[in-house]
């Protein structure tokens, strides 16, 4: 065992108390850091599931139609144009195919599936519901939302003559698995469908208003023979959603939409959280830096005499810093692994003591490998960075006066 180490060690045995002392405080550290780390990113995942786990993380369609002036004129007077926004209409993305490849190739592209969406009307007997026409290949829709686990009776099978709707629509209809129901559009293009599955992804709006069926039937509803209206990415890197939509409109020139567009509420919520996390965390680094760097200042103190002894029978001042920065490497690293089973036993009682009506702990944790090494490195800093100023102090230490005067 080196010599620096072995010394640490004994310093660190001979005072008991204060290394258990400081030993607790790094504890109860680390456990606050592992444990706020591991509630914000569960409640994070859980929000980012609920929210994302219903829509494509970049959606891209043909650009809308443009801006055009109107002049009004007449004799003798100058009139000033204006600009008037055409209606938008349902339009196909010219040289979709082309564009899907394009798009499935970029880095960071997880799943890319081409969709046709528009408005149309659900219909049964005497109910008339207005809905959001999905079209979709399920092979590769699947990548994008896997509506499977979502299923409340059924399968999710989309063809000629079947389609998927939600549970608050097929209650409003009044249909259930086999049973026949129309859709129509506002151009009056109709046909008749058997529900294949019915879904519940959790919000009631979409519940109430999503049908998917074949991408065939709903180019042919929408008229869009051969087209598409959207593709819907999803990408490796969630917060890499709106750097993807912007290098996709800049190739394409298509209009490319990522979630952080269009749920900028969320967007500040997530930002917020771990801000707070983070102003929380950088404090109890302080206060256990402090914590170490004031024991370690005592102990030097404490041990002056046997410093000096130390310097006067040959040893060299790097040897003497390296014997502090031990202590306080050492005072870290178990710190850490005591704060990190801390942490987990905060985490995992948090999470038992609320749960939702599915079973799922209303207040989830995020305990990952990566969040125990990142809280272990950071202890383990910060127990070297607060060992430089008494390893400095007692460099500097002349051996002769400390031996006289102790």
């Known amino acids: 065992m080196p010599f620096e180490v072995l010394v640490a060690l004994r310093f660190l045995r001979e005072g008991r108390i204060q290394t258990l002392l400081i030993l607790s405080g790094i504890g109860v550290g680390v456990g606050v850091i592992v444990f706020l780390s591991a509630l914000i990113g569960g409640l994070q995942d859980s929000l980012i599931e609920r929210t994302l786990g219903t829509q494509a993380h970049v959606v891209v369609r043909a650009p809308e139609d443009v801006v055009r002036p109107v002049s009004e004129s007449s004799p003798g007077l100058a009139v000033a144009p204006r600009l008037e926004r055409p209606a938008q209409r349902l339009r196909s993305i010219v040289g979709w195919a082309q564009t899907l490849d394009l798009v499935r190739s970029l880095p960071g592209v997880r799943a890319a599936a081409p969709t046709v969406a528009g408005a149309a009307f659900a219909l049964r007997g005497l109910a008339n519901r207005s809905v959001a026409l999905r079209g979709v290949e399920p092979a590769s829709f699947r990548n994008i939302i896997d509506m499977a686990p979502r299923l409340t009776a059924g399968e999710f099978r989309v063809d000629a003559t079947n389609a998927v709707l939600g549970v608050e629509l097929a209650s409003d209809l009044g249909v259930s698995v086999g049973d026949k129901f129309r859709l129509e559009t506002p151009a009056g293009r109709s046909d008749v469908f058997l529900v294949a599955g019915i879904f519940d992804v959790g919000n009631k709006d979409l519940n109430e208003r999503w049908v998917f069926v074949s991408l065939r039937s709903a180019q042919t509803l929408l008229d869009l023979s051969g087209g598409i209206s959207t593709i819907e990415l999803k990408v490796e890197k969630i917060f890499d959603a709106e750097r993807a939509a912007g290098e996709i409109a800049a ?31 950088f404090f109890v680094v302080v206060a256990v830096a402090l914590g170490i760097a004031s024991v370690l200042v005592v102990s030097v103190v404490q041990k002056s005499r046997e410093i000096g002894i130390l310097k006067a029978m040959g040893t060299r001042t790097i040897q003497v810093v390296r014997i502090f920065l031990v202590q306080g490497a050492v005072l870290g690293l178990a710190g850490s692994i005591l704060g990190s089973g801390i942490g987990a036993a905060l985490s995992y009682f948090f999470a038992s003591l609320a749960t939702n009506p599915d079973g799922s702990p209303t207040f989830p944790v995020n305990l990952s490998p990566v969040l125990f090494l990142g809280a272990a490195a950071v202890a383990t800093l910060t127990g070297l960075l607060a060992a430089v100023a008494p390893a400095e102090r007692a460099a500097s230490l002349d051996p002769a006066d400390v031996i006289r005067y102790g």
């Open 251 to 281: 190739r394409t020139g298509l209009q490319a939409d990522s979630w952080m567009k269009l749920n900028r509420q969320l967007l500040v919520g997530l930002r917020s959280q771990s801000a707070s996390s983070w102003m929380i965390q």
